[in-house]
């Protein structure tokens, strides 16, 4: 019995100290901050750019989206993962972590530089220019251009009205063209 009555203190001690435990995680991310003409930023590390030529999100560690509305100049940046969503005739520079995404629609101009795991798609007419780490993936719809650079692991599905460059690792090495289709750097 004297043991379970110690099992039970060093359970409810064990408890006590998480729940009561300060610092570290519990931390609020640091606010998006947004600068230039029609930049606007909402809860959540969400930014808008709605006009002008200058709109900058920053994000620091936080992961944050930064929509580029109709002929919008945006750049996003975030050591975290960054979403970007460039629209209609709008150009699109950003700059994020791992698990980072990009969808440029329209005639939009896009350029990201990415890390390992991120998720391009171009679409329309969109030209794009992705620099982007191991194993991200890459789909290039209708008349798309796409000029892709991977560090490895990449796959890219090229529609057969778009056009599509893959070059992969430090070299540049051309991407190998699988059974079905896809563009990969590594193995099918």
């Known amino acids: 019995m004297r043991n379970l ?23 609020p991310a640091a606010a998006t901050a947004c600068t230039g003409t029609g930049c606007t930023c909402a809860a959540e590390n969400a930014c808008t750019c709605t006009a002008g030529t200058d709109c900058n999100a920053t994000c620091g560690a936080a992961s944050c989206t930064v929509i580029c509305e109709t002929a919008a100049k945006c750049n996003g940046t975030s050591t975290g993962p960054i979403t ?66 991977c560090d490895g692991g990449c796959a890219v599905t090229c529609a057969s009205t778009a056009v599509c460059s893959l070059g992969c690792g430090a070299d540049g090495a051309a991407g190998i063209t699988c059974n079905d289709g896809r563009r990969v750097c590594g193995a099918c």
């Open 84 to 149: 970007i969503d460039c629209r209609d005739s709008s150009e699109c520079k950003g700059q994020g972590g791992d698990g980072s995404r990009i969808t440029c629609d329209g005639s939009t101009k896009c350029d990201l530089k990415a890390g390992a795991g991120s998720i391009g798609t171009c679409s329309n007419s969109a030209d794009c220019k992705l620099n982007l780490g191991a194993g991200s993936t890459v789909t290039c719809n209708d008349t798309s251009t796409c000029d892709i650079k």
């Open 5 to 27: 009555h110690r099992l039970l203190l060093i359970v409810i001690v064990g408890l006590i100290a998480t729940f009561t435990s300060c610092g570290g995680d519990d931390a």
